[in-house]
Every structure is written in C-alpha cells, then in structure tokens.
C-alpha cells in the first residue's frame, strides 16, 4: 500500500482511506472489527468516520455508533498510535440540523473523543457547510448564498476555535466536506492571514458517475495541494453490478436506500453498466477498476471504500497498485464522453 503525506499537513497516510458508515448498521461489531483488522493487514491505516455515523438509516439513537464501535477497537486492540483518524462534526446534514459554530464544533470534537476512546484525532472536517451547497444532486436548482460578511464571520469564529483546538492537542489538522471552490478558496485565504489552521484536505462525492470535481475543483486541489477525499467511489455500489438489470439484492445498501441518495435512474444505471462492462471485457473487477480510475487522477485523491463483507472488501483493496492500461482509460474517456451528468 502506498503512502503519501496528506497535503499541507505532514500527516503520513494510506493511499486508500477505510470508510465506516456501515459500521452499526448493515454490519455489526464483529463484522467492523473484522474488517479493521484485514485493513491493516493491507496497510490501509486512514479512517474516516463522522458523529452522524452510522447510516442506511440515519437514525437519533444511532448517532455516534460508529465512533463507538471504533473506540471499542482501541480499546481491545490498542494501536492508536498506527492509525490516522478522521472524523467530521455534522452541521446542517444531520438529522437534527445546526449550524457549525467555534463553540458547537469544540462541542462536538470532545464528544468524538470520548467515543473514539482517544485523545486526538487525525483530520477534523466540517461535514456541510452553513450555506447553501450543490453536493447530493443539489446542483440540479442550486442557488448560492449572497451573505459574504456572515460566511467569513463564521469562517473567522470557526478558525479561532480549531487554532485551540490544535494548540491543545485535540486535532491535527483540518478539512472540508460537501463544500464549493469557492468555500474553500475563502478558508485558504483566512488561514494564509493568520486567523487560523488550513483547511488540509475536502471529502466531496466524485467516481466514474460522479466527475463534478474535475474542473474548477481539480485545479484547486492541485495548485492548493488539497487532496480529494472522494467518498462514494463506486457510485454507492452501482459500479459494481451488482444493481444491473435494475435489481435491488437484499441485503444491499439499495434494499435501506431504495434510490441511493437520489443516484438511481434508467439512465445512470445503464451507464454504470457500459463500465462494468468495460472492465469485465480487460478482465478486471469492475469495483477495482472504479478505484484505480480515482487513484489515477490529475489531481491529489484518496478514495474512501465501504464495503459490508469481507469479499467486497478484498476486492475493493485490490485497486491498490492496480494501473489502467491505455485500453481501459479510452474506454472510460469514451463513456464519459457520450453520457456526462448521469444523475
């Protein structure tokens, strides 16, 4: 498994991030327990998680699960020290929306400890922004925000605490989530005055049904050394065929989700099918050749993998070290071409 430093911030990370939102839901404690261990085998040491985890369903009673589940591994196991940790405070996501705030996201950090069974953590992001965001098939009607001052006036309120929160060796860095160029621009900015940490990485959807990010956003990323840390990479498993034919498995992260996050439609699942082709024609997985196409970027990007078995996870750790050959990435470039925008 790869390693790279995590932009700006000097924190050495797996080049493929574990992702844990199943974790208290489709799969119990056992099954994440069994899961961490086989990661680190791989060599994957980069977790994220969130406050709001688990998910398929959000629930009130399941908030904090996931984090639960985890402290409940360093305390059998130990380790923290091997691991890099990500975890996000909600804001207006949440089943009970709040804006974030220095004193919510103080709030929030210290309950994640406590649950995480930890004295840090690794990476702290901001979940959704306050204002209005595209992400989740918000694009379709999206009307930005006009309020400047009160958006750089939370940035300001927000960067104070997490300068804190750094000095008191709760956090190590901070990122994004959900957020525009535009956000992230202006985070940059006030940092760069002074006024508090970088904002060190942005967790935004992006797979091969998913390239909202390849322009304005790639170049940031690029130029700012903030890398991608892109959730979603198999379109929530429609890259995987597993939904072909318009199926619906059970148990499948479809069966909770009947529309995945408003990601199904006749068309996108067509075209999810044109790419699992593609990758069963160059006899690939069409799940690791998904992730080898996020690994491969013109720009810093660490795929986030989910998986419910062991299986799906094996084969979701095989796109590491895994390189497309030029067949495959025409193949891609034409589908993209022919159908952008799926959903």
């Not at 977790?47 to 639960?68: C, I, K, L, Q, S």
Request: net charge neutral; charged share 20%.
């Amino acid at each position: 498994m790869r390693r790279l430093i995590l932009g700006q911030s000097g924190i050495e990370v797996s080049e493929i991030c574990l992702g844990t939102m199943t974790w208290g839901t489709q799969n119990t404690e056992a099954e994440a327990h069994g899961q961490i261990a086989h990661a680190l085998e791989r060599g994957v040491t980069f977790w994220d998680t969130a406050e709001m985890y688990p998910t398929n369903p959000v629930t009130a009673e399941g908030h904090g699960n996931t984090e639960r589940i985890i402290g409940a591994w360093f305390a059998k196991a130990g380790g923290r020290d091997r691991v890099q940790l990500a975890t996000k405070i909600s804001g207006r996501g949440s089943l009970a929306p709040r804006d974030i705030t220095g004193a919510e996201m103080r709030r929030s950090v210290e309950g994640s400890l406590r649950r995480l069974n930890t004295d840090y953590v690794d990476l702290y992001q901001m979940h959704w922004p306050n204002r209005p965001a595209w992400n989740f098939r918000r694009n379709w009607d999206y009307r930005p925000s006009t309020d400047r001052a009160g958006v750089l006036a939370h940035m300001e309120d927000v960067l104070a605490t997490a300068a804190d929160l750094v000095a008191e060796g709760k956090v190590r860095a901070f990122g994004l989530s959900n957020d525009t160029v535009w956000g992230a621009a202006q985070w940059l900015r006030l940092a760069d005055q002074g006024l508090g940490p970088r904002m060190v990485t942005v967790q935004n959807e992006y797979s091969l049904l998913c390239r909202l990010f390849d322009t304005d956003w790639a170049e940031l990323a690029a130029m700012e050394n903030m890398p991608l840390l892109a959730f979603s990479p198999l379109a929530a498993g429609m890259l995987t065929g597993k939904y072909s034919g318009d199926a619906t498995p059970v148990p499948s992260r479809r069966a909770a989700t009947p529309d995945l996050g408003g990601r199904i439609n006749p068309r996108a699942l067509a075209i999810a099918d044109a790419y699992v082709a593609l990758a069963r024609e160059h006899g690939l997985e069409p799940a690791a050749m998904a992730i080898a196409f996020c690994l491969d970027r013109p720009f810093p990007c660490i795929p986030i993998i989910g998986a419910t078995t062991m299986e799906q996870l094996r084969v979701n750790l095989s796109a590491a070290g895994l390189k497309l050959s030029d067949a495959v990435k025409a193949g891609i470039d034409s589908i993209h071409r022919a159908n952008p925008l799926p959903y």
